[in-house]
């Protein structure tokens, strides 16, 4: 083996073995899962959440706290300016009373 195969060798396998060592392992099922407390898991750098209980459970009255939306009104038709008017139009202000 010349000089040249044997340093690409050497080249391939390093790098083989610090890509495996960058990767992380899968959490197990009961982990990936996450716990009730409220806490947040990662597996793969992807949040996993504990179960998020019943649709009963999930709505909730906010007694008529504030709620601030924030859109840049450039996605069309999600949202934009109307140049006629220069009122605030699309989708998103549609669905936002609904949501709330």
């Known amino acids: 083996m010349n000089n040249t195969?044997?340093?690409?060798?050497?080249?391939?396998?390093?790098?083989?073995f610090v890509i495996a060592a960058c990767g992380s392992a899968a959490a197990p099922a009961?982990?990936?899962?996450?716990a009730d407390d409220g806490e947040v898991t990662y597996v793969d750098g992807i949040p996993q959440?504990?179960?998020l209980g019943t649709a009963e459970d999930?709505?909730?009255?906010?007694?008529?706290?504030?709620?601030?939306?924030?859109?840049?009104?450039?996605?069309?038709?999600?949202?934009?300016?109307?140049t006629e008017t220069g009122m605030?139009?699309?989708w998103d202000y549609e669905v936002f009373p609904?949501?709330?």
């Open 49 to 51: 959440y504990g179960c």
């Open 5 to 16: 195969r044997k340093m690409s060798l050497i080249v391939l396998l390093v790098s083989a």
């Open 98 to 100: 609904m949501i709330c």
């Open 58 to 82: 999930a709505i909730v009255d906010l007694d008529c706290q504030e709620v601030t939306f924030a859109v840049e009104n450039a996605y069309l038709p999600f949202n934009y300016i109307e």
């Open 88 to 90: 605030a139009g699309g």
């Open 30 to 34: 009961d982990e990936a899962a996450g």
